[in-house]
């Protein structure tokens, strides 16, 4: 996110502490629980208990493993109630609960993020998450949209496609403006404009220096995909793209330096522009001597 953007933030949902009602599982503390219960109502077996042959001990670790897979359900079906964790049908279950479907085939991250912007829409789209929601309900395949004020009662909706290219299409925009146009989103004192993203181009070009070792492309392959997913997981409105979270990608197990050629600095936009990688080379360098 840019340190520019004025934009809705959300929670992030994956950042957040796991509920205390998970449970930490460990089955050697559950044998022993058990174990020390047994003894204490039957003491005689104390010097029989711990043999692995003792027809005892291999109830209790029969035992055992059944309740670590008892327990195991139970914090299953917590994390399906929760909307940070839930996933499938269960999330279409929380999602009926704000009175929004999923889309047909919507993945569940998506999904997650509208159900998270629909409180914003119990007031008609005067909010700015209000105008995202609505945004992201009228059209399917947008990834990403977001609202700034020009101007007293002035709002400008960007909307992002879902695709290589960023710029949405003809029928996307005119869905869009079709829906927060409509006299039940709204409000009567806003003038509404809808328009594509600024799109920042951007080529990255790395070479890595590697320790020395008996291959170095599963080492590229490995530097290369874990920047894909930085990528990806920042390809949204208002979010930079910053040279030193590039290099802290490349620097994977094995790399032993990164050396950034292009983007010379960093890719800075604000609450409507996004960047749009055009190319990328991620090429082997040498070993370190």
């Not at 208990?49 to 003792?54: H, K, M, N, R, T």
């Not at 080492?219 to 290099?247: C, K, P, Q």
């Not at 983007?263 to 749009?276: A, F, K, L, N, S």
Request: proline content about 6%.
């Amino acid at each position: 996110m840019s340190a520019n953007s004025t934009r809705f933030v959300q929670i992030n949902l994956a950042e957040l502490a796991p509920p205390e009602i998970l449970e930490t599982l460990d089955v050697e503390e559950i044998i022993k629980a058990l174990r020390d219960d047994v003894v204490a109502r039957f003491p005689d077996i104390a010097g029989y208990i711990d043999l692995e042959s003792e027809p005892a001990r291999i109830l209790i670790e029969a035992f055992a493993e059944r309740e670590v897979l008892f327990r195991q359900r139970v914090n299953d079906a917590v994390k399906a109630l929760l909307l940070s964790s839930s996933t499938r049908t269960n999330l279409d279950q929380i999602g009926s609960m704000f009175v929004t479907p999923r889309h047909e085939g919507e993945l569940d991250d998506a999904y997650r993020r509208r159900i998270q912007l629909a409180p914003e829409a119990y007031s008609s789209a005067g909010p700015e998450a209000a105008y995202i929601y609505h945004a992201l309900l009228a059209v399917r395949t947008l990834r990403d949209a977001s609202a700034t004020r020009q101007a007293p009662g002035s709002v400008f909706v960007t909307i992002m496609n879902n695709a290589e290219d960023p710029t949405p299409t003809d029928a996307q925009l005119t869905s869009a403006r079709e829906h927060l146009l409509s006299d039940r989103v709204k409000p009567l004192t806003d003038t509404v404009s809808v328009g594509g993203p600024r799109i920042v181009p951007v080529d990255i070009e790395a070479c890595l220096t590697l320790y020395p070792g008996p291959a170095w492309a599963p080492v590229l392959e490995t530097a290369e995909n874990a920047l894909d997913e930085h990528i990806e997981a920042t390809r949204f409105l208002g979010y930079d793209l910053r040279r030193s979270a590039i290099i802290s990608r490349l620097h994977t197990d094995g790399v032993y330096e990164v050396e950034l050629k292009k983007p010379t600095e960093d890719v800075i936009v604000d609450g409507r522009g996004c960047y749009r990688v055009v190319s990328k080379s991620i090429t082997y360098k040498g070993v370190d001597q």
